[in-house]
């Protein structure tokens, strides 16, 4: 008897989780800190998320309505928009690398931890 057929499909979810990329849990009032500070979100999508912010007039397309849940990027081709691992990805590469606007820039020097930060805060901002 041979352990094969367990070890086989064990092995083949293993590697499939390795592929996919990882979202760590956030702290939605450190990544508010974030998203009204160094990161700049404010500017763009407003205070409270809704896409209004002072320089949002200037950009087309118009920034994400965080508070409407209007997420356009689907970042991993799961199908799905909007999901953690979408704005992570956006965040992290820019909108510009997906389709979306070039003027959201890409945060490659947040860590990991400031991404899943924000990622919470923008979550506490949907309605």
């Known amino acids: 008897m041979t352990n094969k057929p367990i070890l086989q499909p064990l092995g083949i979810a ?4 390795l592929c996919t990329p990882l979202v760590l849990a956030g702290d939605a009032a450190a990544g508010k ?3 009204d500070g160094k990161g700049a ?24 309505s965080f508070a409407a849940g209007t997420f356009r990027l689907d970042t991993d081709g799961d199908g799905k928009t909007g999901t953690d ?7 992290r ?12 820039p890409a945060r490659g020097d947040f860590s ?3 991404i899943a930060n924000l990622v919470a805060y923008i979550r506490s901002l949907t309605k």
Do not use: E, Q, R
């Not at 293993?14 to 989780?17: A, E, G, M, R, Y």
């Not at 979100?41 to 994400?64: E, I, T």
């Not at 691992?85 to 965040?91: E, G, H, R, S």
């Open 93 to 104: 590469n820019g909108a510009g690398k997906y389709g979306g606007n070039p003027a959201m």
């Open 85 to 91: 691992a979408d704005l992570a990805n956006v965040i």
């Open 41 to 64: 979100c404010a500017s763009c999508h407003g205070a409270n998320g809704a896409g209004d912010g002072p320089a949002a007039a200037a950009l087309n397309p118009k920034p994400a």
């Open 112 to 114: 990991d931890a400031d």
């Open 33 to 35: 800190a974030l998203y």
């Open 14 to 17: 293993l590697t499939l989780s």
